[in-house]
């Protein structure tokens, strides 16, 4: 049975880094895409970054782009999402999600396999 679980939330003060990790276990997601996603209060669910295989070029949203960092280490199936210089409006429960195929994707609808979420809770 695949087990996905997040890691690493807690309260940070605007400017500050953190870091958020993913492990799944149950199979190998070695070449399947993996991604994060949020959910800020109030608000539907929302595409962070996403990643394919080893050395495939990640995929960000807009609004991190250049602030958040996507990564993994598929011999430990972990994926981590590195968040630099957060803001309050990062203030969110954030998902990880193992999609069905390789190609990373914005749409949770292609990610079958999904955590539970960390709280991230950014103070001005």
């Known amino acids: 049975q695949v087990h996905v679980e997040e890691s690493g939330g807690g309260l940070v003060q605007a400017g500050d880094s953190l870091s958020l990790s993913c492990a799944a276990s149950?199979?190998?997601?070695?070449?399947?895409?993996m991604g994060w996603f949020r959910r800020a209060p109030g608000k539907e669910r929302e595409f962070v970054a996403a990643?394919?295989?080893?050395?495939?070029?990640?995929y960000y949203a807009d609004s991190v782009k250049g602030r958040f960092s996507i990564s993994r280490d598929n011999a430990k199936n972990t994926l981590i999402l590195l968040m630099n210089n957060v803001k309050p409006e990062d203030t969110a429960v954030y998902y990880c999600?193992?999609?069905?195929?390789?190609?990373?994707?914005?749409?949770?609808?292609?990610?079958?396999?999904w955590g539970q979420g960390t709280q991230v809770t950014v103070s001005s």
């Open positions: 149950g199979r190998s997601f070695n070449r399947n895409a």
């Open positions: 990643s394919g295989w080893i050395g495939a070029i990640p």
């Open positions: 999600a193992a999609a069905a195929g390789a190609t990373p994707s914005s749409k949770d609808h292609d990610y079958p396999y």
